[in-house]
């Protein structure tokens, strides 16, 4: 699971993804960006993706966000899309181009345990997680934010200082109810970016 979300508009993020095609060397393939009627269906991976494909094509080796505005928070612009690691590196190039506050969570469990928080406030940085590599990994970098449950960071068992819940508690104390239903509708229209390369 990958949560991400900016403390913008959608003008913003879009203005935003400009500056950076502009200064990205597209020489061998393509970037777009399009806007898409969410018609109120719930904004799951697999509808954003049936939207798109009922809109245009896209090519298998294509990389997509979608930026829509969740109905529970309309004062952020949350990013899905369908990439394995939830495309940190536009997560990370969006937030130093936006300047706002951002947030990132992202949890896997199964052969590859992880548990990750990542924040930009005022362009600092803040990392938080928990890996299972040959053996447990606790990490952080930045400043600690004043909602992080701290204390879980001290547990005696590394496995215990970083999880799911915790994780959806952080992003509930900046104004994310990723649990409630609403977050996965907006009645905006959604924000397509993608990539195309040729092979």
Excluded at 45 to 73: C, D, G, H, I, Q
Aim: aromatic residues 14%; hydrophobic residues 35%.
């Amino acid at each position: 699971m990958y949560i991400t979300a900016f403390r913008c508009t959608i003008d913003a993020i879009q203005k935003a993804l400009l500056g950076v095609m502009s200064k990205t060397d597209h020489s061998n393939g393509c970037q777009r960006m399009l806007s898409l009627d969410p018609r109120c269906e719930e904004l799951s991976l697999s509808n954003l993706l049936s939207l798109l494909s009922r809109k245009e094509y896209v090519s298998p080796n294509s990389y997509t966000a979608f930026f829509y505005r969740p109905l529970n928070a309309p004062d952020f612009v949350c990013m899905r899309t369908p990439l394995e690691d939830g495309w940190q590196t536009l997560f990370n190039v969006l937030s130093l181009e936006l300047a706002v506050e951002s947030y990132r969570i992202s949890t896997s469990s199964g052969r590859d345990d992880f548990y990750c928080f990542q924040s930009y406030q005022q362009g600092k940085e803040r990392v938080v997680y928990l890996m299972k590599d040959t053996k447990w990994i606790f990490y952080e970098k930045g400043e600690r934010l004043a909602f992080e449950q701290s204390d879980m960071y001290a547990k005696r068992r590394i496995i215990d200082r970083l999880n799911e819940p915790m994780l959806l508690d952080y992003l509930l104390q900046v104004g994310l109810n990723a649990r409630d239903s609403l977050f996965y509708h907006s009645e905006d229209n959604i924000l397509v970016f993608y990539c195309t390369w040729e092979s």
